[in-house]
């Protein structure tokens, strides 16, 4: 990644924007950190740096609702930010649940305080965090919600919410729901939202739907293995639906077990489509099966989606989960990022061995993000 500027005017120009309902050539001004115009392509916008992106679409930046950021030499699983943030077209990061109250502290300082991209957490439940050397010993009582009130009025432009991960692995044995109120729980103390986690039984999803309240995130939505959105027939489950009714938001969280294209498919067919994508990278994430953010898109262009609805659901949905702003309007901040789609034959795997072909590839090649351009 470069840097092209910093704090100065620029101009995109010749650009592909999806306005209107419809694909458009434009011209896009940005100063000060703000969208100032939007022009027809050849509009002859003037700014102090000026850059053709003539075959290059341009989007409402990027933002990933699921990663893991936090170390492995902190003793952690996290990737890091450098790599899939801003480098990657990633204009905004949610940390979700690595740290807890307990190490919040030390994670803004070695992770948040550092990062070009800007980052944001979700305070998992246990003080400590995510720590896989404890899995299947886990005991009640490792939360602590006076700490996570002191972290969240402390820091609350950068707490946006809860995380519980209520996979068995993870939660106690003697109450596998203990975790999962406790983090309802904490939701509610905290005026912030949950996301949970999905995976392997108990908990079973019908015990945690009827938990999850408006602005909830359910994350893992698209997994397989048998505990996952659909009936024993295929069919969206009715909890599902009632969820989604109440305000309940659904998220991919592709990972490395956690993104189906059956699921997806037969989700889809059946009008179920409003959801989040976002990746689940980490050190396992990154160099197997998720890979990177544009990755993940790409495989949603493969399983039959339109551009512009997964560019919608990287970017204005998950930006509103997390109560910021991305829209290609004049006024709005100037969070953007440019992609190219690479024609050709690629073959992508889901977390179940699963393949499709796709046609395209999209490839990052410019984001904006606080005032500043980079090139990829």
């Known amino acids: 990644m470069r840097t092209i500027s910093r704090g100065k005017s620029f101009a995109l120009k010749n650009v592909q924007a ?3 309902g419809e694909w458009q050539a434009i011209d896009l001004l940005a100063e000060a950190g703000k969208i100032s115009a939007l022009k027809p392509a050849g509009s002859g916008l003037a700014a102090e740096i000026s850059i053709d992106l003539n075959h290059c679409f341009l989007c409402p930046g990027w933002v990933d609702l699921h990663t ?5 030499r902190r003793g952690y699983i996290g990737t890091r930010e450098s ?3 801003l480098a990657s077209g990633v204009t905004a990061l949610l940390d979700v649940g690595t740290v807890g109250a307990a190490n919040f502290e030390d994670y803004k300082r070695t992770v948040i305080d550092r990062a070009e991209t800007p980052v944001y957490c979700l305070l998992n439940i246990k003080s400590r965090g995510i720590r896989f050397w404890s899995l299947g010993r886990v005991k009640t009582g490792e939360d602590d919600l006076e700490a996570m009130v002191r972290v969240r009025e402390r ?3 950068l707490v946006k919410g809860v995380k519980v991960t209520a996979s068995e692995e993870h939660m106690a044995k003697a109450d596998p729901m203990y975790y999962v109120r406790k983090a309802i729980e ?3 103390k905290l005026d912030l939202p949950v996301m949970v986690h999905i995976g392997r039984t108990p908990p079973e999803l019908e015990e945690i739907l009827p938990l999850m309240r408006p602005g909830d995130v359910l994350t893992h939505c698209f997994r397989d293995g048998g505990h996952h959105i659909l009936d024993a027939q295929g069919r969206v489950r009715p909890s599902v639906r009632e969820a989604q009714k109440r305000g309940v938001n659904f998220d991919v969280g592709h990972g490395v077990a956690s993104f189906s294209f059956e699921v997806l498919e037969k989700a889809l067919d059946q009008g179920f489509d409003q959801f989040s994508i976002s990746s ?4 396992l994430s990154v160099p197997y099966r998720a890979k990177s953010f544009s990755n993940v898109l790409s495989k949603f262009l ?3 989606m339109r551009l512009e609805h997964v560019l919608e659901r990287a970017s204005s949905r998950p930006a509103k989960i997390l109560g910021l702003s991305r829209s290609l309007s004049p006024g709005q901040p100037a969070e953007l990022t440019a992609f190219r789609l690479q024609p050709g034959s690629f073959k992508f795997k ?3 061995g699963a393949a499709r072909r796709g046609k395209q590839l999209i490839r990052p090649v410019y984001a904006a993000s606080r005032g500043n351009l980079y090139r990829l």
């Not at 893991?68 to 492995?72: C, E, G, N, R």
């Not at 689940?280 to 050190?283: F, G, Q, T």
């Open 18 to 20: 999806f306005l209107s």
């Open 68 to 72: 893991h950021l936090y170390p492995a």
């Open 83 to 85: 790599r899939v943030g």
């Open 155 to 157: 820091y609350p432009s």
């Open 186 to 188: 904490a939701g509610a």
């Open 280 to 283: 689940d990278l980490y050190i």
């Open 302 to 304: 493969a399983a039959g």
């Open 350 to 352: 889901d977390c179940w």
